[in-house]
């Protein structure tokens, strides 16, 4: 890696770092613990994709929707995935065996 793309990512965590410390102000997340902060931050970054690959931009007002709108549908997603985890492994549990 050279030099200047060092520079570059270093420049890019702490500004990172300085975003996510400013998250936990804002949203009062100091006395909470590490994995609800981890759950804050990974939602966090995960929005900002989406922001970013709906064009925020050129127009922030419709990719904030869009994001929501994304965000919705991966929490509807992971949701039944679980659910049918769950519905598959408590059938291997509990049938009966013949």
């Known amino acids: 890696m050279s030099d ?3 520079m570059l990512r270093r ?3 702490r500004t990172t770092l300085l975003w996510y410390d400013r998250l936990m102000e804002r949203t009062g997340m100091y006395e ?6 981890a759950a804050v931050i990974i939602g ?3 929005f900002a994709r989406f922001m970013l690959k709906f064009g925020a931009d050129k127009h922030p007002l419709r990719a904030f929707f869009l994001s929501l ?4 549908g991966l929490f509807i997603v992971v949701g039944l995935v679980f659910a049918v985890t769950c519905f598959a492994l408590a059938a291997l549990i509990f049938h009966p065996i013949p």
Do not use: G
Request: proline share 0%; net charge negative; glycine share 0%.
């Open 11 to 13: 420049i890019d965590d």
């Open 32 to 37: 909470a613990s590490a994995l609800d902060k």
């Open 44 to 46: 966090a970054n995960i």
């Open 69 to 72: 709108l994304a965000m919705f």
């Open 4 to 6: 200047i793309e060092e």
